[in-house]
């Protein structure tokens, strides 16, 4: 077989991936009109994304073909970044209750 | 292109997360996403954009086995794709200015909504037109042989990334907002 033959191949490889992201999408949406609380909502909906990020990412963007010092330099980096976005939560809840810093 | 998806990632995070903070800071967040159109527009763009990345694997297999005919077939379907998707993303956005909002009003509740919803959501679509030129000119610059595999890979990268941050977009700006 010539390599211009095999690369239709691509398609099939990856297409479990894509039926899968789609399957996270719908079920996104299936549980966005469930009777959730927004805080239960959003984890359910984080959890999700991020799950679908990843496989992205992994097949894809073939990250789990990588060198894995390309994977450790990046991830944990970006992990970091997002996480010490965070901190902003209890000011946005003291504006909503609408208290002055010393409380 | 990695450093590059790296700092774009965080420069997303960052707007999610102050969109994350003005949504909790309101206590009269409008949420005005019924489920046709605006829901049913959003499904159909998500299958087209993750359907775009599906193609976008294929043309840079075809780039690297050298078959410049099928890469090009598959970049060129890309580009369509990335088409469908921003006309989608341009006809929410006008049924929304026809509901009244506006980047700093809107009929239901908090001004910054719009500022918000805007902000996020046409980022993320000058992300998808600037794909659609970067694929445009890499697939005439492969046929022509000017760019190789390698370009075309680079691109793809790109391509899966505007598909990863819409996965964000759906859930915390649609999907959280919906109209009940």
Redesign the interface.
Known sequence: M???A???N??AK??PV?FV??G???L??FL??QNFS?VT??VI??V??VS??AL??MY??HLMYERRS?FLS?IP??IF??LM??M??S???R??HLRPFAH | MWLFIISDAITFGALLFGYGYLRTASSDWPTPFKFNPSILNVMIMTVVLITSSLTMLGAVDSAKAGDKGKAGRFLWSTILLGIVFAGLHIREWFGLFDDGVRLFQNPWGSPLFGATFFSITGLHLLHVISGVVALGVIARGFAKGRFTAGHVETTGLYWHFVDLVWMFVVPLIYLLNLSR
Do not use: C, Q, R
Request: hydrophobic content about 70%; aromatic content about 12%; cysteine-free.
């Open positions: 010539t390599a211009a095999k690369s239709g691509v398609i990856y297409l894509y992201l789609l996270i999408a719908g996104e949406v966005a009109y927004t909502l959003l909906l984080l999700l994304a679908g990020a992205a990412v894809f963007m390309l990046l980096a970006v970044v997002l976005m965070n902003i939560w000011d946005s809840f504006l909503l």
